[in-house]
T-cell receptor
Framework: EPEVTQTPSHQVTQMGQEVILRCVPI?????FYWYRQILGQKVEFLVS????????KSEIFDDQFSVERPDGSNFTLKIRSTKLEDSAMYFC????????????FGSGTRLTVV | DAKTTQPNSMESNEEEPVHLPCNHS???????IHWYRQLPSQGPEYVIH???SNVNNRMASLAIAEDRKSSTLILHRATLRDAAVYYC????????????FGTGTRLQVFP
């Protein structure tokens, strides 16, 4: 069964450093998403991306965050200057279409900011 | 955003059916009902979704009340691998594509 692949599985970074989280969505999917889950809390929406642009973002997704689809296969989330409160599991997801379709999520990247 | 209400936790024995309820009394006519689950230390996993009619797939069945104010996810024979947090999520069919996760129902399955 096709999978969404995320790398790395665990990233440790110092506060203030930039991190890039990488995702390879399912190849024929057109809609891409990032979610995060702080330990012990709910899964939270960050951003959705379609046709090479952001279609929706949450209040969490401020100027420190950016997304990019640099080529036909990768989808990245960049955090410019990490804070301690950015420590969380970050999940990438993709979907073949909007709204009426289910998402496929990756296994996540655990980001630890020290 | 439309809200759902689920029990915090449920228990089942292996190989027994499990009925996971969800109330969504403020559902609008165009909201899809989605179910996802999250196994320990993993990302959410799509289970099933529906609009008005009951739905079946290889993982589960979804029974939707006639007035759509509630739904039930049915696992026909629970296995240990089904132990997870199950999320019932309303997904509007217009103007937003995000999933809003609640706290879900933690399902424990006993051998």
């Amino acid at each position: 069964e096709p999978e969404v692949t995320q790398t790395p599985s665990h990233q440790v970074t110092q506060m203030g450093q930039e991190v890039i989280l990488r995702c390879v969505p399912i190849s024929n999917h057109l809609y891409f998403y990032w979610y995060r889950q702080i330990l012990g809390q709910k899964v939270e929406f960050l951003v959705s991306f379609y046709n090479n642009e952001i279609s929706e973002k949450s209040e969490i997704f401020d100027d420190q965050f950016s997304v990019e689809r640099p080529d036909g296969s990768n989808f990245t989330l960049k955090i410019r200057s990490t804070k301690l409160e950015d420590s969380a599991m970050y999940f990438c997801a993709s979907s073949p279409g909007p709204l009426g379709y289910g998402y496929t999520f990756g296994s996540g990247t655990r980001l630890t900011v020290v | 955003d439309a809200k759902t209400t689920q029990p915090n936790s449920m228990e089942s024995n292996e190989e027994e059916p499990v009925h996971l309820p969800c109330n969504h009394s403020t559902i609008s006519g165009t909201d899809y009902i989605h179910w996802y689950r999250q196994l320990p230390s993993q990302g959410p996993e799509y289970v099933i979704h529906g609009l008005t009619s009951n739905v079946n797939n290889r993982m589960a069945s979804l029974a939707i009340a006639e007035d759509r104010k509630s739904s039930t996810l049915i696992l026909h024979r629970a296995t240990l691998r089904d132990a997870a947090v199950y999320y019932c999520i309303l997904r509007p069919s217009y103007n937003t594509d995000k999933l809003i996760f609640g706290t879900g129902t933690r399902l424990q399955v006993f051998p």
